[in-house]
């Protein structure tokens, strides 16, 4: 695949075409997604749920994201690579953000940072891209402020946080963000985003009216038994592997696994 940039996402956003984006977080799956074809890929703080056990994002650490971005390069390393900024990586300060987003480019060979939050961030955005960090903007549901929000809920249903949203959206884009995901917002909001915009959205739970879609690839595959509403599933994976792993262990315990062709002489 030619290698996917800035320019690209705003190329196919003017000429119509949707964006594919997907979420990876180690060299394999990474290498698969770019044998499908997917246009660019998240290292998303949901590694904290589908890799490192935990109930939500908020304990992943700068170094787990370096270590996973670093390894989804290594997999894929024509890719255009998103590295998701952790749960105060960048809420404390501007200057440790600053060099928190300069670690995470410098020392993983990500292509960009992504950030939560709106207007109240679009100061640090425009700060991160006059210093050359290219930034994706993400709005509606947040996941770092679940314990703030009581839960993961759709955002914008009543007019005043529809407003919100627009006015969020508006104010990453004049700070210089090059996209924005749009997490389960309503439909009809996704679109009027999509509309005003001049930068590509990319939805989860948004519509399909938005310029692309991001969704988790082990919701896509099937990996763990969580299933929400915004993904499908293309795949049962997870089964898969459990009875392959069935298997397995069957033959060791019945001796019919090694066999010679499986042995050296």
Do not use: W
């Not at 196919?12 to 499908?36: F, H, N, P």
């Not at 290219?134 to 703030?148: A, D, N, S």
Request: charged share 20%; aromatic share 6%.
């Amino acid at each position: 695949m030619k290698k996917v940039t800035v320019s690209t996402l705003f190329k196919r956003k003017a000429a119509g075409e949707k964006l594919v984006m997907c979420t990876a977080y180690d060299a394999i799956q990474s290498r698969i997604c770019m044998a499908a074809g997917i246009d660019f890929m998240l290292v998303g703080d949901s590694v904290g749920m589908t890799q490192l056990g935990y109930d939500n994002t908020l304990p992943v650490t700068m170094q787990d994201m370096l270590a996973h971005t670093a390894a989804v390069r290594r997999g894929a390393p024509e890719a255009f690579i998103v590295f998701d900024m952790p749960f105060m990586s960048y809420q404390e300060s501007d200057a440790d953000a600053m060099h928190n987003a300069g670690i995470a480019l410098k020392t993983t060979g990500a292509d960009a940072v992504k950030l939560e939050g709106g207007a109240e961030y679009a100061p640090l955005v425009k700060k991160m891209t006059g210093a050359g960090i290219p930034v994706m903007g993400h709005i509606g549901l947040m996941p770092q402020r679940v314990q703030v929000a009581g839960g993961y809920k759709v955002v914008g249903r009543d007019e005043a946080g529809a407003e919100m949203v627009l006015r969020d959206a508006l104010a990453l884009q004049e700070a210089g963000a090059f996209a924005i995901v749009l997490e389960c917002i309503p439909e009809a909001l996704g679109e009027k985003v999509t509309q005003a915009l001049d930068i590509p959205t990319i939805g989860i739970g948004s519509g399909k009216s938005c310029s692309g879609q991001v969704q988790v690839i082990t919701d896509l595959l099937g990996m763990m038994d969580f299933k929400p509403r915004h993904a499908k599933r293309y795949a049962e994976v997870g089964s898969i592997m459990t009875e392959a792993l069935k298997s397995y262990a069957d033959e060791v315990r019945n001796g019919s696994f090694p066999t010679a062709e499986n042995s050296f002489q």
